[in-house]
């Protein structure tokens, strides 16, 4: 088993910005990518941004590019997700997932981000 932790969401306003942890324990030894997802009420969780084991290849929605970065810090079983310039529209649940062949993905309870004046 693998537990995610995450951190780091809250209120901000409308060009502002926060970085959301993803603290990983249990099983991480066969943990390959991370990364996160997001969700509004009435939606589907869609994928914000992934990143390898190795953190050489990352992936960012198009939604996000320009603005969000993400990085991860395999000594402390750690994944970041830098947001700058937030929108209105990236209010949302965000979700930590740490994926594992042998038993796909694993998630985090899930972090609310509300950007708002």
């Known amino acids: 088993q693998v537990q995610l932790v995450e951190s780091g969401g809250g209120l901000v306003q409308p060009g502002g910005s926060l970085r959301l942890s993803c603290v990983a324990s249990g099983s991480i030894f066969t943990i390959s990518t991370m990364g996160w997802y997001r969700q509004v009420p009435g939606s589907q969780r869609e994928l914000v941004a992934d990143i390898t084991s190795s953190g050489r290849t990352t992936n960012l929605a198009d939604s996000v590019k320009g603005r969000f970065t993400i990085s991860r810090e395999n000594a402390k079983n750690t994944v970041y997700l830098q947001m700058n310039s937030l929108k209105p529209e990236d209010t949302a649940v965000y979700y930590c997932?740490?994926?594992?062949?042998?038993?796909?993905?694993?998630w985090g309870q899930g972090i609310q981000v509300t950007v708002s004046s």
């Open positions: 997932y740490a994926y594992r062949l042998t038993t796909g993905n694993y």
